[in-house]
């Protein structure tokens, strides 16, 4: 048996106030925040609505029972059990679990490094919407997602459209800021914790190191009234069906 995973420090922070009230809302401004002030902006609106062609070209490759990790408010996983598919979303976040199950799908507020439901068996895992940026630790959460699924069983990873390989310290943050005796304050940010940026190749670089083979990659250009905006790269990993031994 391959040893537990541990979940890294700060996996709970999207469960954090901004996250949550977000998608109570269906609707932004947020962003992650690094600690050199840059923003990445969280495309909440796209995830608290139904499936887009980007994501039916992910679903549609599918294969067996689908765990959606870092399921969100389950728009992925409506979709799927929509179309009559066994899946299950996990996510941190209360809130997204709520959000999912209020839209008829299955799922439950846990982490990825935590233990979950028939580990060794799911014919396919989801990290979708940059979510391999789980932990801040790509490797390690390829090596985790390789004890969730079957022998021979499918990840598909959503990549950065651009060349990265980044691990940064970020918070969730509503980019507002209130101005002392100038009207109501914004919700404070959360507490930091760490995350990963990932381009296809760096992806990989990663998957060879792990316990993954590639098997396909494509990207799906974005509707005309979302250009100039880039379009969404994914990669499909096979499982080798040896898993590394265990050190020690």
Do not use: K
């Not at 790509?138 to 699924?149: E, G, N, S």
């Not at 940064?168 to 914004?186: I, K, L, W």
């Not at 930091?192 to 083979?213: D, K, M, N, Q």
Request: glycine fraction near 12%; proline fraction near 9%.
């Amino acid at each position: 048996m391959p040893p537990a995973a541990t979940a890294p420090p700060g996996t709970a922070s999207w469960g954090a106030d901004p996250y949550a009230d977000a998608l109570r809302r269906g609707r932004g401004p947020l962003f992650l925040r690094r600690t050199d002030g840059w923003l990445l902006p969280l495309e909440v609106e796209r995830w608290c609505a139904g499936a887009d062609a980007a994501d039916l070209s992910a679903l549609g490759r599918c294969e067996g029972a689908v765990l959606d990790i870092g399921c969100g408010p389950g728009r992925l996983v409506a979709a799927l059990a929509a179309q009559g598919r066994p899946v299950l979303g996990i996510d941190v976040s209360r809130a997204a679990v709520t959000r999912t199950a209020a839209t008829g799908g299955a799922a439950l507020h846990r982490s990825v490094f935590d233990p979950l439901p028939d580990e060794g068996s799911w014919g396919t895992a989801l990290l979708m919407d940059g979510n391999i940026g789980i932990g801040g630790d790509p490797r390690a959460l390829l090596a985790r997602t390789a004890q969730l699924v079957g022998p021979s069983g499918l990840l598909i990873v959503e990549t950065a459209p651009a060349d990265l390989d980044e691990r940064v310290e970020v918070r969730v943050d509503t980019g507002q800021y209130a101005v002392a005796g100038h009207g109501h304050a914004s919700r404070a940010p959360g507490a930091p914790f760490p995350w990963a940026r990932v381009g296809t190749r760096a992806l990989l670089r990663y998957a060879a190191a792990t316990s993954w083979t590639p098997a396909e990659r494509w990207t799906v250009a974005p509707a005309p009234a979302q250009s100039p905006a880039p379009g969404r790269c994914f990669v499909s990993l096979r499982r080798r069906r040896t898993l590394p031994a265990r050190r020690g």
